[in-house]
Every structure is written in C-alpha cells, then in structure tokens.
C-alpha cells in the first residue's frame, strides 16, 4: 500500500472529469489492497475504489475522502471440474480487455465478444458486463472480496450475487444503497477450450453482429477483431483523438417498465420482454392447509424499452449539445454523453438533466443513469 499524492480524477476517468480528492492510495497486490482497505476503514473516512474509471461521473468539486487505485494484476490458470474447460483466477485491478486477448491468443472461449469493453475485472461483475448477447454471468464461477470492515476475505458464488441486467448486489444505483458494500479481490471464470478450432456461433444477437449466415466454427480471434472493429466505428473504443469516446459509454440504462405502460408508447419503439420468473413457488404449511391452494397471482409483465431510441424520438439526436456547452452526445451514440473537451461534471450533468425532462415530457418515462455518481446530482 502507497499513499501518493492525490491525482486529479479527470486524469484517471474516461468521462475526464473531477477535481483530486483529499487522499489517494494505491495498491499494486492483493495484500496491500487488503490494507489499503483496512487504513481508510480505520478511519472512518469516506472512500471508493478506482479501477479503470471507466463508469464514474465525479463532481467538479474535491473528494472528501480517500481514493484508493486498484492496480493489482495477474492471471491464474487453474483446472476445471468440466471436462474441456479451463478456469482462469484473474486480480481485480487486471485491465479486461487484457484478459480477453490472453484468452483469445490461447484459445479459451466464452469472453471474446466482450472485447474492447474498458475498465478491470473487477469492475466486471459488479455491473455484470455484456456485449452483443454475451455476459460475464455465463462464465463467472466466483469472486474473491473483502466486505467492509471485514477482517478477511471470502469466496462468494455468482450465485449470491444478484446478477442481473447490467447490476448486481454490488452496484451502487443512483438513489439506491448497495446491497452489499464490498471490494472484489479477484474473479475466477470458467472457459470453453477450443484451441485453433474455433468455435460455432449460436446466439442470434452475435451472429448479426459479425454477419454469419452459416454454423461453421469461427476463429476466435476474428470474432474479437470483427468486434474490436464494430466497437471502434460507434466510439466505443477509447481513443484520445476521438472525443466520442470520452464517455462513460451509455449514460442511461434501457428503461424497464410494465407492460400496459409499453404498449402506450410507440409501436416503433424497439422493446424486447423481460422474463418473469416461473420457478416461483408457494408454500403452504401442512396444518394450514384446508385442501384448497390459494389462487395463483399472475406474474407482472415487464418489458425493456430502448433509451437511445426514446432520446432520438424527444428531439435529441447524435452531436446535440447545450448552448456554450463542451459537453454532447456522441456524434455515433446518441446514448453515449461526452466530454468534447475541458467539460465539467456540471455541464454534463446538465445536458443529462435535459435529455431527462426532454424524454419525461415526450414519454413520461424518467431514464435513469447507468453510471457511479460521485458528488453529482440529477
């Protein structure tokens, strides 16, 4: 553990904003991460944890707390319990395209569609990355975290983390606690083998993506480059010569809501179903029972509608920006908002404030933002 001095946070976050906080640490291995914790909890301080920076919107304003950088790397190869598998035990600070191209270089398949998604491994799980119909749930066996104020670290199983689209129990959602306030240490995944073979591409959103027609197996390494490709033409690749891609990615998430409420808008309007859970049971203790079950309850429909489409459809499109504002919506992704240069977290809060009440009166839907707010309101 390092305590160095503070870095402004528009140096070390995508959106490039955030002034330097009152302390800054760092850790460069497992165990000072581990201490680097313990010292701020000590303290009683406020804190977050800074990996990529690639889903933060800071404020203008000095951290009143510490920042500790996780810089921490390393992959470990370790046997499967399936047969022509491989599990690979990545550090939370390793940078995750990094881990894609190891993966990919040596034939170990299950993440090649998620390259060029910024940001660490760690980070991964906690907002459950995906891309083009691929998610890190498909292959995250577990993680290894340090809950806060814990002594020592556990081993939690996917399974107990919430994974959902885009979110986890780990998520800190604007206007919402944490489910659960901890640091992921490292995460193991469980991939496929496949060696020079290839693999054969089944699900349909990826097949559209990389313009399959037939099921022969594909390299994995010309599914990464068709997607690095695909990622680099929307600005989704970080490029410092292209202020497209001084973002935080989608700034809104795609807006979920009851089905009546769907059926209100649009028939244009991209939507897709969210699928209710029929594993759901009820149980009825036996001295209770009267031989009749109570009525079964119908389950909500819900449905995900698109917010790029939603902002389009309010007047906003690709480029908009502010009057004597730096900040726009990127000139590709009308989803994404962008730092065109010396941006504030104001002005880009502003612009995302607009494009709420824009939609909010065209729609009457309240899009909510996808990325950590740091010392900014909406």
């Known amino acids: 553990m390092t305590e160095v001095t503070p870095i402004p946070l528009r140096d070390l976050t995508t959106l490039r904003t955030g002034a330097a906080p009152v302390r800054m640490l760092e850790a460069t291995t497992r165990a000072e991460l581990i201490d680097a914790l313990h010292d701020v909890w000590a303290t009683g301080e406020e804190w977050f944890v800074l990996g990529g920076g690639s889903n933060l919107l800071v404020g203008d304003e000095p951290f009143d707390g510490a920042v500790i950088r996780i810089l921490t790397s390393g992959i470990e190869e370790l046997p499967s319990p399936h047969e022509g598998r491989i599990r690979l035990r990545v550090q939370a600070g390793h940078n995750w395209d990094a881990l894609?191209?190891?993966?990919?270089?040596?034939?170990?398949?299950?993440?090649?569609?998620?390259?060029g998604i910024p940001?660490?491994?760690?980070?991964?799980?906690?907002?459950?990355?995906?891309?083009?119909?691929?998610?890190?749930?498909?292959?995250?066996?577990?993680?290894?975290l340090l809950d806060e104020h814990a002594d020592e670290p556990v081993v939690v199983p996917a399974s107990e983390l919430g994974l959902g689209f885009r979110t986890s129990v780990l998520k800190h959602h604007y206007g919402e606690a944490q489910g659960r306030r901890a640091v992921i240490l490292s995460v193991t995944l469980d991939l496929a083998v496949t060696g020079d073979a290839g693999r054969v591409i089944r699900g349909e959103q990826l097949r559209r993506a990389l313009g399959l027609d037939g099921f022969e197996p594909v390299p994995l390494a010309w599914v990464r480059e068709r997607i690095l490709q695909t990622r680099a033409a929307k600005g989704m690749l970080l490029d410092e010569s292209d202020p497209d891609t001084h973002s935080a990615g989608s700034f809104f998430q795609n807006a979920i809501v009851p089905e009546h409420i769907a059926r209100a808008l649009p028939a244009e309007c991209p939507r897709w179903p969210v699928e209710p859970d029929l594993d759901?049971?009820?149980?009825?203790?036996?001295?209770?029972?009267?031989?009749?079950?109570?009525?079964?309850?119908?389950?909500?429909?819900?449905?995900?509608?698109?917010?790029?489409?939603?902002?389009?459809?309010?007047?906003?499109?690709?480029?908009?920006?502010?009057?004597?504002?730096?900040?726009?919506?990127?000139?590709?992704?009308?989803?994404a908002l962008t730092n065109r240069g010396g941006a504030t977290a104001v002005e880009l809060g502003e612009l995302a404030r607009f494009i709420q009440s824009r939609v909010h009166a065209e729609f009457g839907l309240l899009l909510q933002p996808e990325p950590v707010l740091i010392g900014v309101d909406l």
């Open 100 to 115: 894609v191209a190891y993966a990919v270089e040596r034939g170990y398949a299950g993440i090649e569609a998620m390259s």
């Open 280 to 335: 759901t049971f009820t149980v009825i203790p036996l001295e209770t029972y009267a031989g009749l079950s109570p009525r079964a309850e119908r389950p909500e429909v819900l449905v995900k509608v698109s917010s790029a489409w939603l902002i389009e459809h309010s007047g906003i499109g690709k480029g908009f920006t502010l009057p004597r504002s730096r900040a726009s919506t990127s000139t590709k992704h009308s989803l």
């Open 119 to 144: 940001g660490t491994v760690g980070a991964a799980p906690v907002q459950n990355v995906g891309a083009y119909g691929q998610e890190i749930q498909e292959t995250l066996v577990e993680v290894e």
